[in-house]
């Protein structure tokens, strides 16, 4: 980088490769820490939200702001976290709107500080409002837009024999030289050796660019190319249902298969296992043919702004739902808005005859009641209203016998759903309520098809169930229990012989409630099969701890009274037996236990 430059705008029309290319100039700064104290990655994306953008910068320094900073501190205080690395590269991407840099707590960037500010954008007038240097991204000539289609289609395709390079060039020619479009229907066309493939492409291309007139509507006419070559209608459907998330979001691949599965995408297969399967066999074709994008966290998948636009304007021409997905709405669109946006017309009484709704997803609102009409949802698979902090009570779900999915995690709600033992197909049960009251022995057995189930013993309603619980292990695919009381914790482990569910994490914590509110800020559990012992104690407990001879993941967090594992491991004539566990256990974490002197003593102890 040029040291009298400080302000760059690299910009250029959308998947010319502005994103791709600050990815890499951001690897080589990384690789280079003695030029800068920091590199700094935002996107940016639109609308464009000041505040969040303070929130991410913070992120990205790793560390926070508070929420309910007014607009005047708010600022100073980013101004003193930037200033504090002194030299630094601040990368804004995906950029659609200038704003005063001192707005935000950025400052100046200048040659006598070594600051650099550099922003991507489709927009030249934004790189001028933003007083930078413009960098413009043009088109790939013909030769590099052949090389980087040959890179995605496979070199081996020159070598078959039926295939001419004339034909494959005029292929490349149709992508426009833009490099979205080219790595797009070159991942379409990997593996294609027949002539007549190629041929059928080629006219699919002409036929959809004829009718086109300006630039950005070609660019789409391109992008849809490759989604029209899924073919499977049911592939479709789950790619267009990725463009629902906010633009540039990580998407959970499991929340994101769990929904897929609920909408009844993936119901060409009956096992619920094969479900997961088909849905991981769906992201990674959907990936290889770069309609998504894997994102920095392997769990996740992210969506390019425009294949999503593309997406969008697919679901346009006939509606599957409306997306104001990361608008920050303040008031709930109108009902004419609804009528012109989705084939189910959303009358006056919210839910009545809305018959046709599979996934209803009100999680982390503050929503107090539901109405009644939810009752009559005969079609819904999925009811998710994790941390409806204010929720207590939940209508009566007798009639929802196609529920496969109910997540009440974190809720507030005293009493369980009416007939819940009737939700026979229900294959996903979250009920880590913080206050419930009362919940009846005999419901569990009776939900046959249960594949994850989640459960806080905290609660003395639900006690009374820890064997009922333990009798399902066997059946289910993963089982979280947090247990306030030693003993239940005990219970548990002896009523599965040792042994648990084929995935399972297993809690034993006296502050359940907080560890509930916590759970998502600690270091995610890395195994299969994980125990959490979470600010309880060991050893001054009538009965030692009993752990799942299976264990492969064991952590310790503020447990004060344990001095080695000499406490937590089994004994036999006064020695500790690890051999249980030497072949399973994987990972042993300990945090702020500040008593832990080693982690195992050979010393004989007296029984």
């Known amino acids: 980088m040029d040291d009298k430059v400080s302000k760059i705008g690299v910009w250029g029309m959308g998947g010319i490769g502005k994103t791709t290319i600050m990815s890499h100039i951001n690897n080589k700064l990384q690789e280079k820490p003695n030029k800068f104290n920091d590199v700094i990655w935002v996107t940016v994306s639109q609308p464009l939200d000041l505040f969040k953008l303070q929130t991410e910068i913070a992120t990205a320094l790793k560390q926070s702001l508070p929420e309910n900073e007014d607009k005047v501190r708010r600022p100073?205080?980013?101004?003193?976290?930037?200033?504090?690395?002194?030299?630094?590269?601040?990368?804004?991407?995906?950029?659609?709107?200038?704003?005063?840099?001192?707005?935000?707590?950025?400052?100046?960037p200048s040659e006598e500080n070594g600051c650099k500010l550099v922003i991507t954008t489709r927009l030249y007038r934004v790189c001028r409002s933003m007083k930078c240097k413009q960098v413009a991204v043009e088109l790939l000539s013909k030769q590099e837009a052949f090389n980087l289609f040959i890179d995605g289609v496979g070199s081996s395709i020159l070598q078959v024999p039926i295939l001419n390079k004339e034909i494959i060039n005029e292929v490349v020619e149709e992508c426009g030289c833009l490099p979205l479009a080219?790595?797009?229907?070159?991942?379409?066309?990997?593996?294609?050796?027949?002539?007549?493939?190629?041929?059928?492409?080629?006219?699919?291309?002409?036929?959809?660019?004829?009718?086109?007139?300006?630039?950005?509507?070609?660019?789409?006419?391109?992008?849809?190319?490759?989604?029209?070559?899924l073919k499977d209608e049911?592939?479709?459907?789950?790619?267009?249902?990725?463009?629902?998330y906010p633009e540039d979001f990580a998407i959970p691949k499991d929340k994101l298969i769990d929904y897929w599965i609920a909408e009844g995408f993936i119901d060409e297969v009956k096992d619920v296992p094969a479900k997961y399967d088909r849905g991981h066999t769906i992201l990674n074709r959907l990936v290889n043919w770069c309609l998504l994008e894997s994102a920095e966290d392997d769990s996740c998948v992210k969506m390019h702004d425009l294949i999503r636009d593309m997406a969008l304007r697919i679901t346009s021409k006939s509606p599957l739902f409306m997306v104001k997905a990361g608008l920050r709405l303040l008031k709930f669109p109108s009902e004419q808005e609804w009528e012109e946006n989705l084939e189910r017309r959303i009358p006056e009484?919210?839910?009545?005859h809305m018959n046709g709704l599979k996934v209803l997803n009100l999680s982390h609102t503050d929503i107090e009641v539901l109405p009644s009409s939810i009752s009559d949802l005969t079609n819904l698979r999925s009811l998710l209203l994790r941390w409806c902090g204010r929720l207590k009570r939940v209508p009566s779900l007798a009639k929802l016998l196609a529920l496969q999915y109910l997540d009440l995690e974190g809720t507030w709600i005293e009493e369980v759903l009416e007939c819940m033992e009737m939700l026979e197909n229900l294959s996903h049960l979250y009920l880590s309520s913080l206050q419930l009251k009362k919940f009846p022995?005999?419901?569990?057995?009776?939900?046959?098809?249960?594949?994850?189930?989640?459960?806080?013993?905290?609660?003395?309603?639900?006690?009374?169930?820890?064997?009922?619980?333990?009798?399902l292990s066997d059946g289910l695919d993963y089982f979280e229990g947090c247990f306030s009381k030693l003993k239940d914790?005990?219970?548990?482990?002896?009523?599965?012989?040792?042994?648990?569910?084929?995935?399972?994490?297993?809690?034993?914590?006296?502050?359940?409630?907080?560890?509930?509110?916590?759970?998502?800020?600690?270091?995610?559990?890395?195994?299969?099969?994980?125990?959490?012992?979470?600010?309880?104690?060991?050893?001054?407990?009538?009965?030692p701890i009993v752990?799942?001879?299976?264990?492969q993941y064991l952590e310790m967090i503020r447990v004060d009274d344990v001095a080695s594992l000499n406490d937590v491991l089994p004994r036999e004539q006064g020695l500790v037996?690890?051999?249980k566990f030497s072949h399973d256990l994987k990972v042993l974490r300990f945090h702020y236990c500040h008593n832990l002197k080693n982690l195992f003593s050979l010393r004989k102890e007296a029984d």
């Open 76 to 108: 100073g205080r980013l101004l003193g976290m930037l200033k504090a690395k002194e030299k630094f590269v601040l990368i804004l991407d995906d950029m659609w709107e200038a704003f005063p840099l001192q707005e935000i707590g950025i400052p100046e």
């Open 182 to 229: 080219i790595v797009t229907v070159a991942a379409s066309m990997s593996g294609e050796e027949e002539i007549y493939e190629w041929q059928n492409a080629l006219n699919e291309l002409r036929g959809r660019l004829r009718s086109l007139n300006d630039v950005d509507t070609k660019v789409f006419g391109r992008l849809e190319f490759s989604y029209h070559r």
């Open 234 to 244: 049911k592939l479709q459907q789950c790619f267009l249902y990725c463009a629902q």
């Open 349 to 352: 009484c919210f839910f009545v």
């Open 441 to 471: 022995t005999g419901i569990l057995p009776r939900l046959r098809n249960l594949y994850k189930l989640k459960l806080s013993f905290g609660n003395e309603a639900l006690r009374e169930t820890v064997e009922e619980a333990a009798s």
């Open 489 to 543: 914790f005990n219970r548990y482990v002896k009523s599965t012989d040792g042994r648990g569910s084929k995935n399972y994490c297993l809690v034993l914590s006296e502050s359940w409630m907080y560890y509930m509110f916590i759970r998502d800020l600690i270091t995610d559990l890395e195994v299969d099969k994980s125990v959490r012992l979470f600010a309880c104690k060991i050893c001054e407990r009538e009965e």
């Open 547 to 551: 752990l799942p001879e299976d264990v």
């Open 577 to 579: 037996n690890i051999g």
